[in-house]
T-cell receptor
Framework: EAQVTQNPRYLITVTGKKLTVTCSQN?????MSWYRQDPGLGLRQIYY???????DKGDVPEGYKVSRKEKRNFPLILESPSPNQTSLYFC????????????FGPGTRLTVT | AQRVTQPEKLLSVFKGAPVELKCNYS??????LFWYVQYSRQRLQLLLR??SRESIKGFTADLNKGETSFHLKKPFAQEEDSAMYYC?????????FGTGTRLQVFP
């Protein structure tokens, strides 16, 4: 089954404790992206990657890091989480030829206290 | 700046009533616009794209370049249409999403 998976689905952590949210897709997509979803602000892009070893900042990259060492994986790293990073995070992937048809993961709800 | 505006956070209608979810955009170029939908407990998914001029689940959306709009319409709403709807604009190598409109269809 073609899908995008994220782990963990729910996470409660404390300020400053480094964490990683994993994202994996099995569709051989070149393009992968991270978004955060906040009430009243909609979906905002954090980082994206056009292919292996190619990453770029989205609209709200501050406080986040990503890596793309393998085509299928695109982890999101919070080196020192802060309460303003409490949000619902989505990973998405798509073929580079159909960038608009993004397949989304189920979401990771992160709470930073 | 490239931007997508969805002025309504919430739209409530009764079953059988017409629905119009508003989307306006700002883009310097030829726009490509899309509607995504997120049903309760489901993933965000592509609903339709303007270039295909298709009707999906009874929804249509017409690109109006003069008014810079891409409103989503359905003549008769169904309860199963209740969901969060996002308008999105393709900008080079990314999608710009609006803030979303929650559609509630009451029986």
């Amino acid at each position: 089954e073609a899908q995008v998976t994220q782990n963990p689905r729910y996470l409660i952590t404390v300020t400053g404790k480094k964490l990683t949210v994993t994202c994996s897709q099995n569709m051989n997509h070149e393009y992968m992206s991270w978004y955060r979803q906040d009430p009243g602000l909609g979906l905002r892009q954090i980082y994206y990657s056009m292919n292996v070893e190619v990453t770029d900042k989205g609209d709200v990259p501050e406080g986040y890091k990503v890596s793309r060492k393998e085509k299928r994986n695109f982890p999101l790293i919070l080196e020192s989480p802060s309460p303003n990073q409490t949000s619902l995070y989505f990973c998405a992937s798509s073929p580079i030829s159909n960038l608009y048809e993004q397949y989304f993961g189920p979401g990771t709800r992160l709470t930073v206290t | 700046a490239q931007r997508v505006t969805q002025p309504e956070k919430l739209l409530s209608v009764f079953k059988g009533a017409p629905v119009e979810l508003k989307c306006n955009y700002s883009y310097s170029g030829s726009p490509e616009l899309f509607w995504y939908v997120q049903y309760s407990r489901q993933r965000l998914q592509l609903l339709l794209r303007h270039i295909s001029r298709e009707s999906i689940k009874g929804f249509t959306a017409d690109l109006n370049k003069g008014e810079t709009s891409f409103h989503l319409k359905k003549p008769f709403a169904q309860e199963e249409d209740s969901a969060m709807y996002y308008c999105a604009l393709k900008d080079t190598d990314k999608l710009i999403f609006g803030t979303g409109t929650r559609l509630q269809v009451f029986p």
